[in-house]
């Protein structure tokens, strides 16, 4: 093999969020990841937080007032928006990295109808239900 | 050659969080605009305490919660791990990686039951 | 579709570096008078033979069928050749070379490491009668359906633009990318096949179809319509069902022998001698 190494030119990391002019799903894609690592991020918390219920009404109380404020409620809503977006792309995508709202095989004939178009509606119902979600949800949060 | 088996899990356990979180999040934030009797047993707001002791006893929401919190830890740290080994790091950091989100995850796990456990016999007891 | 307006005068803005005389790349703008259903690759020829004689790129069939001339044109791998200046819809021509792949010289991308793990995946037909590939007695049955299979991913040109599109490929040097997969996926769909297992090594671990997470974009910018896309989810399929035992490589293709006993109609010439092999 030719042994011609040359400069790298990967993207790196604006691959992932800039680049060119990327389409739909690709927006899609790094909306699931972010949304997804702050879903972690609060999960770890609220492993230790709500644990403190093993200790009784006291305690539960005192962890309780620990997140109160305005600050923690927009964050907690933050989390549920987060959720509404994940779990309803999360569908989208175990169908889609299934094979599943793809199409099958076709004959190529331009201009082409890829797997993308083919689930496109899938992907335009994902953010329509997860808006209706965050926002509804909001409401629920409008008393704290 | 794990990966195949992981990437299956880690769709298993998407599922089951859909299930399960879509539940909790039901009960925690939607109980206003659907009124779930199993939600606010005893008035109020989800997280009062009386509420709280009233699920902590229940075996369903022990069961449920312990499959939430190992799911929920699996799929996130999987998630996880492919952000942090897409950005090509060396085979030591990969191996430490590895190492620290299985202990980790096998430590909130522990400590995650742990907590419903003692919060059911204590429920219970009480 | 692009519009009948040509701009009569148009800048192409390359990327020029020259290993031998440059530290770092830099941008060259070149004036060219542009004519109806001039192609990106046309401006680079003109270019070297009236502005600057050390351009260089590869190209070679100049109709979309080689995949020689990826580039990073205006924001998004596309082949040069394919691409007319008129449906870019300005005045200003970015060409860069294709991203993902480390650049040569100017914009020749090194396509080596997609070459390898193309290789890697074992992207023949792999059979246990050997004899009978290399010594052929009669043809695979394959049916119209069989066929359709795979037929689309086996129009890929190797041109690597859906390498330079793909998020995952961007950071990953480790995962096999788009083209490699879908030409696994390509020789697994076809029913002459029976490599499923020994391509599935390679294909369970890292380098596998488990970092592509459906961004699409190798889809939309594959010249040839071949959806890598859609092959990687349906290979994932094909592997998440291996994995729980739900599915079984089916026997690869058998020979359609003629029938003993069966006569040629008559005016139909037999065929010519064979010229290769023994």
């Not at chain 1, 799903?25 to 790094?30: A, I, K, L, Q, S």
Request: proline letters at 7%; charged letters at 15%; a positive charge.
């Amino acid at each position: 093999m030719i042994e011609n190494k040359g400069r790298p030119n990967r993207l790196g990391l604006k691959g992932w969020v800039v680049g060119g002019r990327w389409g739909f799903e690709r927006y899609m894609y790094v909306l699931h990841r972010l949304t997804g690592l702050g879903l972690l991020a609060y999960f770890l918390l609220h492993i230790f937080v709500t644990s403190s219920r093993a200790f009784g009404e006291a305690a539960w109380t005192q962890a309780m007032s620990s997140v109160k404020g305005p600050v923690f409620t927009i964050g907690e809503y933050l989390v549920f928006a987060a959720f509404a977006f994940h779990a309803l792309n999360g569908i989208r995508l175990g169908l889609v990295e299934l094979g599943f709202g793809i199409g099958g095989p076709i004959e190529p004939v331009y201009p082409y109808r890829t797997s993308v178009d083919e689930q496109r509606p899938l992907a335009i119902g994902v953010m329509i239900l997860a808006a209706i979600l965050a926002i509804v949800g909001g409401f629920g949060f409008l008393n704290k | 050659m794990r990966d195949q088996r992981l990437w299956t899990w880690h769709v298993g356990a998407g599922v089951i969080i859909l299930v399960l979180l879509g539940l909790h999040m039901t009960i925690m934030h939607l109980a206003g605009l659907i009124p779930l009797a199993s939600a606010v047993p005893k008035g109020g707001a989800p997280i009062d305490w009386a509420n709280v002791a009233e699920r902590a006893k229940s075996a369903f929401f022990l069961i449920t919660y312990v499959l939430l919190l190992g799911a929920a830890l699996f799929h996130g740290f999987y998630g996880l791990r492919n952000i942090l080994f897409e950005l090509n790091p060396g085979a030591g950091i990969r191996k430490a990686v590895n190492g620290l989100l299985v202990v980790a995850g096998i430590l909130l796990f522990a400590v995650g039951t742990w907590a419903a456990w003692a919060g059911f016999t204590v429920a219970r007891g009480a | 579709m692009a519009d009948n307006s040509v701009p009569s005068e148009i800048v192409f803005r390359v990327r020029r570096f020259d290993p031998a005389s440059d530290a770092e790349p830099h941008w060259a703008d070149y004036r060219l008078a542009c004519a109806p259903g001039m192609t990106v690759l046309e401006g680079l020829k003109l270019i070297k033979e009236s502005q600057s004689p050390t351009l260089a790129w590869r190209s070679s069939c100049r109709m979309g069928v080689c995949g020689s001339c990826g580039m990073f044109i205006n924001g998004r791998p596309r082949l040069a050749c394919n691409t007319q200046v008129s449906e870019l819809g300005t005045s200003l021509v970015t060409v860069a070379p294709l991203p993902n792949f480390n650049t040569i010289r100017d914009l020749v991308p090194d396509l080596v490491p997609m070459f390898e793990a193309h290789i890697r995946v074992h992207p023949h037909i792999i059979r246990e009668d050997r004899s009978e590939q290399q010594q052929p007695t009669g043809e695979f049955w394959q049916s119209p359906h069989q066929l359709e299979q795979y037929l689309q991913f086996s129009y890929c040109i190797k041109c690597g633009c859906c390498m330079a599109a793909c998020p995952t490929y961007a950071t990953d040097p480790v995962y096999a990318g788009p083209m490699p997969l879908a030409q696994a996926h390509r020789y697994n769909a076809d029913s002459r096949d029976g490599g499923f297992a020994e391509r599935k090594t390679p294909l369970s671990g890292e380098a596998g179809p488990w970092r592509c997470h459906f961004a699409g974009e190798c889809s939309r910018v594959c010249p040839k319509g071949v959806d890598p896309a859609k092959a990687i989810q349906l290979m994932k399929r094909q592997l998440v069902l291996d994995y729980l035992r739900l599915w079984k490589q089916p026997c690869a293709a058998p020979i359609a022998k003629v029938p003993p006993g069966t006569k040629r109609r008559e005016g139909i010439p037999e065929a010519p001698a064979r010229t290769l092999g023994a």
